[in-house]
């Protein structure tokens, strides 16, 4: 039973490229989250999808960031024009339903580290 | 929006003694869970445990507990008997009961000495 898949797990970008993180849920999970982690912080909500909709994208940076969880295929996480300060990791978790009503119901994936040069 | 504080950066514990890292959270809604996470040098989040806030006992997992005062809005986690592969960091996070979001600390680094 595989858990939350994310890839690639490390990626080097150039200032000014763009950069694609990639998230596959659990199985019969439809509901994918992301979080950034600077470094030496802790995880940063960034947003939260459903299959094919945007739900809360409240800390999502305005500008040159997007998500999308198509009905088929992994959650993306696209960061067009990297700058150095998007250097961080990226985790993607899951869950079954939309809600933390106890314990460890949104599973987390292992990991983007994002590295702008 | 509610906050998480964690102020031990970092801290020092002998191997097979016990270590208590400290999390205060502050929210004003009722219901609510309390999580901790665990993140090796590998980078992985782990989850160790967890507490609701209408929770009457204090929740256990093996040589993890989480100290819950509710009043001082204080969710210790405690490590009992360390181990060296318990060096890490460590992470509290709080998410209300109508709520997804996962709010996090600042997180603790624990070094494990043999």
Known sequence: NAGVMQNPRHLVRRRGQEARLRCSPMKGHSHVYWYRQLPEEGLKFMVYLQKENIIDESGMPKERFSAEFPKEGPSILRIQQVVRGDSAAYFCASSLGPRLAGSDEQYFGPGTRLTVT | ?114
């Open chain 2, 1 to 114: 929006a509610q906050k998480i504080t964690q102020t031990q950066p970092g801290m020092f514990v002998q191997e097979k003694e016990a270590v208590t890292l400290d999390c205060t959270y502050d929210t004003s809604d009722p219901s609510y869970g309390l999580f901790w996470y665990k993140q090796p040098s590998s980078g992985e989040m782990i989850f160790l445990i967890y507490q609701g806030s209408y929770d009457q006992q204090n929740a256990t997992e093996g040589r993890y507990s989480l100290n819950f005062q509710k009043a001082r809005k204080s969710a210790n986690l405690v490590i009992s008997a360390s181990q060296l592969g318990d060096s890490a960091m460590y992470f509290c996070a709080m998410s209300l009961s109508n709520d997804y979001k996962l709010s996090f600390g600042a997180g603790t680094t624990v070094t494990v000495r043999a």
